[in-house]
């Protein structure tokens, strides 16, 4: 069975400072996608952004980033010069090609300073 | 702007009276997905239509069902809601075939609170 890991239950970081967030999964599949989703208190989530395992590239949009290392089934994701508004609830997501099915990790809380 | 809906935002039943909660949506997706959060875990899927096939997760306790009368529609019926079923139901969709590969759209939730 597929299952998606984010080891940090909480992570912090300081008004415009760099953070980084980790997810890990398993499965035995060689195509399918990956996201990262943010979830703000008491609001809907929405992509971040996502991955085909199929991509050497990594991912990237605006300040978010990812680090894609299929060999190690590792998945982190980083926001750059961090804002206020950067403050939900993230979380790491996996899904089969072959599937509808989206596994989520436990999810990592992001606080930011000011 | 095209999106998914949830009715209501919050919803507090009785124990064992059923209750009825409700997804629309103007994207004209074809897979429709309910999921079940509780607070601080990750959601939980509990079932999700593939056009009009239904798809039950084999964890999926027999006290929630679902009805899907056409796209745009979907419902989630909780029979008889125990306390343990508190928690934020996520209504998502997406468009079957490259579509998934784009992830969900979700709608804002429904929290669901059982006295």
């Known amino acids: 069975a597929q299952t998606v890991t984010q080891s940090q239950p909480e992570m912090s970081v300081q008004e415009a400072e760099t953070v980084t967030l980790s997810c890990t999964y398993d499965?035995?599949?060689?195509?399918?996608?990956l996201f990262w989703y943010k979830q703000p208190p008491s609001r809907q989530m929405i992509l971040v952004i996502r991955?085909?395992?199929?991509?050497?590239q990594n991912a990237t949009e605006n300040r978010f980033s990812v680090n894609f290392q299929k060999a190690a089934k590792s998945f982190s994701l980083k926001i750059s010069d961090s804002q206020l508004g950067d403050a939900a609830m993230y979380f790491c997501?996996?899904?089969?090609?072959?599937?509808?099915?989206?596994?989520f990790g436990q999810g990592t809380r992001l606080t930011i300073n000011p | 702007d095209a999106m998914v809906i949830q009715n209501p935002r919050y919803q507090v039943t009785q124990f064992g009276k059923p209750v009825t909660l409700s997804c629309s949506q103007t994207?004209?997706?074809?897979?429709m997905y309910w999921y079940q959060q509780k607070s601080s875990q990750a959601p939980k899927l509990l079932f999700h239509?593939?056009?009009?096939?239904?798809?039950n997760e084999a964890d999926t306790p027999d006290n929630f069902q679902s009805r899907r009368p056409n796209t745009s529609f979907c419902f989630l019926d909780i029979r008889s809601p125990g306390l343990g079923d508190a928690a934020m139901y996520l209504c998502?969709?997406?468009?079957?075939?490259?579509?998934?590969?784009?992830?969900?759209?979700f709608g804002s939730g429904t929290r669901l609170t059982v006295v």
């Open positions: 998502a969709t997406s468009r079957a075939g490259t579509g998934t590969r784009y992830g969900y759209t």
């Open positions: 499965t035995s599949e060689s195509d399918y996608y």
């Open positions: 991955q085909e395992a199929y991509k050497q």
């Open positions: 997501a996996y899904k089969w090609q072959g599937a509808q099915k989206l596994v």
């Open positions: 994207l004209n997706h074809n897979v």
């Open positions: 239509y593939y056009d009009k096939d239904f798809n």
